[in-house]
Structures are given as C-alpha cells and as structure tokens.
C-alpha cells in the first residue's frame, strides 16, 4: 500500500485516541446491531467453516478472537492500535500483535500460518483493500477462505449518495468518551466485489443479515476464495 492520504492517518490515529471508549462500547454491549445481530452472524459464519485455526484481523479489543477460543480454536488476532491490542492481551484469547495493515501486507507471514479462516469483522475501512486481502490470502490453508463482515453498503448510504468516498464516523449512540471522529472510505458493493477480484479472490458466498427491529440488513457477510490457478 504506497498511498497516505489523510484520512488513512486520521483513520488509524482514532483507534488509539479512541480505544477506552470503544473497549467500553464493544465490552459493556453498548452498540445495538453488535448485540442483536451482527456479532452472532460473524461468530456462526466463522464456525460454520468448521476452523482449527483462525487469523482475527484487525482484532481491536479481541472479543472474537475470545469467543471462538472458547469453542476450542485457536485464534490469532492483530490489530495498528496499540491501545487496542494491551486491552485484548488484558483479556486473553490470543496471542495478540500490534501490526499495521501496510506491515501486514510487507510481512504476512510473521502471524504464523496457515489460517483456514481469516476474518475482518468490521476492520476493512481503507479506501486500498485489494493488498491487505491479497496478503490474507497468502496466510490461508488450502480450502481457507476470508470472511468480510461489513456495513451493508445501501443501508450506510441512506441519505447519501451510493457512490465510493471517504465519510466520518461519529459513534454517536455507541458509548460516551469518543474523542475522536473516524474517516471510514465507504464502497459500493460492486467496489467490494471488484476489490476482491483485483486481490485475486472470488467471493463465494454473500449473507444479509437483517435486523429483527427493522427487517433491514443490519450487515454483509463476504466469503471469498482464492481464484483457482487455471
Ligand atoms: C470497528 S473496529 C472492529 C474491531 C473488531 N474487529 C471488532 O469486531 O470489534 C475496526 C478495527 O480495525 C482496525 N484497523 C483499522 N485500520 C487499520 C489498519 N490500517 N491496520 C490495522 N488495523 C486497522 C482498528 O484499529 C480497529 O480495531
């Protein structure tokens, strides 16, 4: 990944700057969606693959990583936020590593290999995606897979216009303490279809999950595959 811009390093500073507030948030159940929907449909795709291990990418404050523990695999988790990353090692559930998505990309393999599930839960916020998955993919077992959950693209659009570009994330209703605002790069979903092709995947499967109080998605689930050598 050679480009910086700003908001890349707005985007990776808030998740220090930030960290408490979103441990809090994550821990105490403060973001509706998360408790209702979201962490379940992550947690049963990832189980579902049947994984011994697992690479928790962009971990944050690790409750993924401790939760498929507890079902007796073994995780890896890493995450750019220092901060972050004391807070899961705190916990247990790992080993956890502070490691940049760019030192990722430099360096996949020092996570140990190989995965038969890497999964982002949420952590894909860059506007360059293609390197990072094309580095997970380098990590996966044969028959491996990634798994993306993310914001469902027309639901995080409404009131906007449903074209790629750089937003800001204010975690109003998620906790108190946030002191930063987060630049996140949203995309459309044909942008995240074509991010995998350009990182050599195809995307297997797509789930919806829809929110038991608005019958609308609450996310999406991507399950790519490294395309087959022909
Ligand atoms: C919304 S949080 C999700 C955390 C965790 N996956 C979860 O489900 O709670 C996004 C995470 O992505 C991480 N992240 C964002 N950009 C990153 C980058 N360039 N390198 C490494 N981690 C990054 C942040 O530090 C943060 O922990």
Redesign the pocket.
């Given at each position: 990944m050679s480009r910086q811009p700003a908001e890349?390093q707005r985007?990776?500073e808030s998740?220090d700057i930030n960290a408490a507030a979103?441990t809090q948030s994550?821990r105490e159940g403060l973001i509706r969606s998360r408790q209702l929907v979201t962490d379940r449909a992550?947690t049963e795709a990832v189980l579902r693959r049947r994984p011994t291990r697992v690479l928790?990418?962009?971990?944050?404050?690790g409750?993924?990583a401790r939760k498929l523990t507890s079902q007796g695999i073994a995780v890896t988790g890493?995450?750019?936020?220092e901060s972050?990353i004391a807070d899961a090692q705190q916990h247990g559930g790992g080993p956890f590593f502070t490691?940049?998505?760019?030192d990722?990309c430099a360096q996949a393999h020092v996570l140990g290999e190989p995965f038969d599930v890497v999964v982002?839960?949420?952590?894909l916020?860059?506007e360059e995606l293609s390197p990072i998955l094309r580095a997970a993919s380098q990590t996966l077992a044969p028959g491996g897979c990634i798994l993306i959950q993310t914001l469902h693209p027309v639901e995080a659009s409404q009131g906007q216009g449903y074209e790629n570009g750089w937003r800001e994330e204010h975690f109003s209703g998620m906790g108190e303490g946030y002191k930063a605002a987060m630049p996140w790069f949203f995309r459309t979903l044909s942008s995240w279809l074509d991010e995998l092709r350009r990182a050599g995947l195809d995307c297997v499967a797509l789930e919806e999950p829809l929110h038991p109080e608005t019958g609308r998605p609450a996310s999406l689930i991507l399950t790519a595959v490294p395309r087959p050598q022909i």
């Open positions: 890349e985007l990776a998740w979103w994550v992550i928790d990418a962009g971990c944050g404050e409750w993924l890493f995450d750019g936020s972050l490691l940049s998505y760019d990722f982002f839960n949420f952590a916020l860059s």
